[in-house]
Every structure is written in C-alpha cells, then in structure tokens.
C-alpha cells in the first residue's frame, strides 16, 4: 500500500449529506481508506429535503440500492416533475416535467415547429400537449417506461419523493455494513495544525478526540469546519434569491397519490406539497423582508390539504455558497457548502454530484493544489448556473400584485441569465452550457411556463410543408396518448412494487 494514501476520513455531520458521503466513500474507498462519522443526537438533522431529481437513480445505482427496497423502506414514491402555481401569472400553471416535449425532428428541437404551426397556422395545442410527462402526471399514472414504442420519443424519466430520515437511516445501515464506523457526539472544537492550517482532529464534548487525514463538513448550516473553523467565506446571494426562512409542516395523506411535487407561489414566497407513501410533505418558504413570520405560518396551514401532524418548523437560512468548497483538507458538503432554496430539489444532487467529483479527483497526503483547484472550479460552476435557473422563476413573471412580486421582477439579475433569457424571447433557441445541470427542456419548460413566449423560430422548421407538418404534431400527441392509455395509476404501482407495511 502506498504510504501516500489518505489513509482515514472524518466525516463530521449525519444528516443526508453525512449519509451518503459516508456511503459512498465506503463503497469505492473502503478499506483502503477508513472512514468515520460522528453525529449528534443532541443537534439532530434539518429533518427535510423530500423531493429529489433524476440524477438520484445514478447515485442509487452508483452504490449499487435495490429501488423496490429502497422505497419501500424510504415511503417513497415517483416524481415526474414540479407543478408551479402562480408564478408567471396568477391563476396560471405549468409543469416542469423531467423529459422532453415531443423530439426533435431533422435534428431541430421539436418546439421551434410548435412554435411555427402557432404563429402561422394557428394551432391551439399547448406545448405540453407533446409531453408524455404531463400526461401522465395528470392522469396520476406512473410505470416505467424507458421509451415510447419504438419511436424517437422518450419514455418516463422520473425522480423520487421520500422521507429523508429514512433515506439517512437506510444509507447509514448501508455504510456500516461496509465498514463506516459511527460515533456519537458533539464536536466541541477543531484543532488546525499551527503550519500548515489542515484540520488535525476534531474533539468531542466527551473529550475524545478523532483525528484523521481528511474531514468532511457535513454539519449543515452551522458549517463547524469549512466556515468556523477555517474561516472560508459565504457568498450572500439574498439579492436574487431572497428567501431566507421556510416553515414546513407534514400533513395526512389525503386524496389520490400524485406523482409530482407542487410549487405553489403566495405573496412572498411559496409552498411545497411533497406527496409520500404515508404522508404528505409541506412547508412555505418566504422572504421575511417582505412577510411577517406570523403570517407566513397562517399561509401555510390555510393551504393544506389536510390536517397537519404536529406544529409547523421554522428554519432559517441565507442563500448563497461558500467562496470554495474544497479548502486544505476539507471538503464541505450539502447545507454547509451552500443552500440555494428548495425550489427545484437540487440540494441532494448537488451532495451526491460533489461526492462524485471529490472520488474522481480523491487526494493523497501530498494535497496537491491542481485536484482541489480543477474541484472548486467545477463545482463553483455548478452552484452558478443552478443559481440562474432558479431566479429565472422569480424574475420572468407577470406579477405585480405584491412588493415581493415587483422586486423580483424588475431586479437586477445576472448578465448570464439574461443573455439566456434575451436569446429565448428573439430565435426560440436555448444554449445549454454543457456543465449545466438543467437541459434545454428544463429551460425551455420553464421559460415557457414563466410566459416567455419567443417572436421567432428556427428557419429550419419551415423546410417542412404545412401538411407534414401537421401530420407530425399530430401523430406525436396521438403516440403519446396511447403510451399514457397503457401506464395504470401511480397508486397501484406503488402498492405493487414497493408499498411499505404502514
Ligand atoms: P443536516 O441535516 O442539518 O445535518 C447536519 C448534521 O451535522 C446532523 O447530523 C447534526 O447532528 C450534525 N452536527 C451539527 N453540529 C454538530 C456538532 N457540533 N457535533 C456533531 N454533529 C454535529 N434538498 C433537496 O434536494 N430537496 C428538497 O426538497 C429540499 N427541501 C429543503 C427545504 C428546506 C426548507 C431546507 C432548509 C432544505 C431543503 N433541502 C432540500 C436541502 C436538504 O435538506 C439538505 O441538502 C440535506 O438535508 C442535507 O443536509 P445536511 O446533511 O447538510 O445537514
């Protein structure tokens, strides 16, 4: 063995971030490099984070889960989107659905020829008329469909509501098996090397003391390592995403199980309905420069849709990131190294993403500076450009009826977005940085479901004739209604495949 190795990682934090960190670094490390997690039952976790994105399947398979078990043991069920409420007009929704609207034809992504039939023939469909997703997702249906027939058109990519106590307890039980040891307490102090600056060990209240080569800062908001300890900044980012407080309230399940998160946008901020096996998942975030708490609390509970279990939570946060991620030996990740609100469930992706590269770019004991450089590039990059997808959704509205309302709207955001924006609004076209987590379906749900509605389209959907082109649209919706005719309700599958005992 290689005296080089990193030979022991301290994982500070046991919430999902700590979880999967643990879980994953045992897999593919373990037991060349040991790894140690301690926690506090004291402190506890942020006890939410429900919703997920598709890339969770990868990071599932990655470490090699069982999903029937997976979600039996989590109350977990599929998600084939977000509906949002409101948000570019009140009274107006759209779905934000994890595949694409129809596909692309001669190589031309299929809206540019929507877009055409609209402006010169004056077709009435909606855009969503070509998704398999919203079809389904208003049918509460849900199987898995990896393709549409055998055409061109892509089947059901989905995502994963689940209770994310359980998704740490079932990781927790995964990483012990492999090795992962466990240790309860609260750290009470860092000890940093006087020469070098690396954290040299972490001491508990007990008095004992973990040391190791390596630390993870797992620890959440209170960001023990990365922020008090080492000092590294936090980027404030208040002034395009100013949510900073959520209440969150678990209610009874009620009515049909529906295979979508919705978003629902209030005065000054909006709410979250998370459909689960047994219950259903809620909170408000707002902004509390524009929303008393008090108030904030009463939109929540007016706007259940069903009895609530327990008391509302109430948690505090700023959005932003730290300035870097990587810094000497630790690595923070999850809420310690940046929270950008809820809105589009990226939290959890961003953890298992930044394990991900942190594996590709492992370090030996040399700690050279070029893996944690190329890192915090990547992951910097990352954080940005989710940031401007998210703003997008405040600042595209129609919305005038609130002070919030008019500040997101009119505020300055990124030349970035902007740029995005401008392009969309004048030639339909969507450029897709290629390290953006959200692809041009992503993009071009939202801005359309955002009311941004582009003058032009590409002058290649006008090599086709009016009768095809009809024909095509046509057909694409007829093959899509007759996939969805086939694919039963969300409910049965669930109870079917993967219903837990309770
Ligand atoms: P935590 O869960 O807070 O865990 C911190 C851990 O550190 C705990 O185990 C704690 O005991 C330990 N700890 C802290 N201090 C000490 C100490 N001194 N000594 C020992 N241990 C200590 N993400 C999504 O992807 N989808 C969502 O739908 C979503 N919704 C969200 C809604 C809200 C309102 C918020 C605030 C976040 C949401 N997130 C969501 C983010 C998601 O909850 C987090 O990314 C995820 O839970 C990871 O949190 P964490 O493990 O970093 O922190």
Known sequence: MSHNHIQKIVIVGGGTAGWMAAAALAKFLSPVTKIELVESDQIGTVGVGEATIPQILRFNGMLGLDEADFM??????FKLGIEFNNWGHIGESYLHTFGHIGAPINHLDFHHY????????????????????????????????????????????????????????????????????????KVNDVRLDPETGHIQSVTLESGAELSGDFFIDCSGFRALLIGQALGVKYLDWSQWLPMN??????????????????????DAGWQWRIPLQNRTGN??????????????????????????????????????????????????????????????????????????????????????????????????????????FLILHYHRTDRTDTEFWNYVRTMDVPDSLKAKMDMFAETA???????????????????AGQGLVPQNFHA????????????????????IDQAVEKVGSHQDYIDAYCSAAD
């Open 429 to 447: 076209l969507i450029y897709k940085d290629p390290d953006d987590l959200f692809g041009q379906a992503s993009w071009l749900q939202v801005m």
């Open 114 to 185: 929507w877009l055409r039939a609209r402006q010169e023939y004056d077709l009435k469909s909606n855009l969503w008329d070509y998704s398999i997703h919203h079809k389904a997702a208003y049918k509460n249906r849900f199987a898995h469909v990896p393709r549409v027939g055998n055409t061109s058109i892509s089947g059901l990519s989905y995502a994963y509501h689940f209770n994310s106590g359980l998704y740490g307890q079932y990781l927790r039980r995964y990483a012990e098996t492999l090795g992962v040891k466990r240790t309860e307490g």
């Open 245 to 266: 407080r959520a209440f969150a309230v678990a209610s009874e399940k009620d009515g049909p199980l529906l295979p979508y998160t919705k978003a629902t946008a209030h």
């Open 283 to 388: 909170g408000h975030v707002f902004a509390s420069d524009f929303v008393e708490e008090d108030a904030a609390r009463a939109t929540l509970l007016d706007n259940l849709d069903a009895k609530p279990i327990g008391e509302p939570r109430l948690l505090k946060f700023t959005t932003g990131r730290r300035e870097t991620f990587w810094h000497k030996n630790c690595l923070a990740l999850g809420l310690s190294s940046g929270f950008m609100e809820p809105l589009e469930s990226t939290s959890i992706h961003l953890i298992q993403a930044n394990i991900s590269k942190f594996i590709e770019l492992f370090p030996n004991r040399a700690f050279s500076d070029a893996n944690t450089q190329e890192y915090n590039r990547l992951i910097i990059k990352e954080f940005d450009l989710i940031r401007d």
């Open 460 to 479: 290649r959907a006008s090599l086709l004739g009016e009768a095809q082109l009809n024909e095509l649209l046509g057909n694409v919706e007829r093959i």
């Open 72 to 77: 039996r043991e989590c109350r977990a069920t």
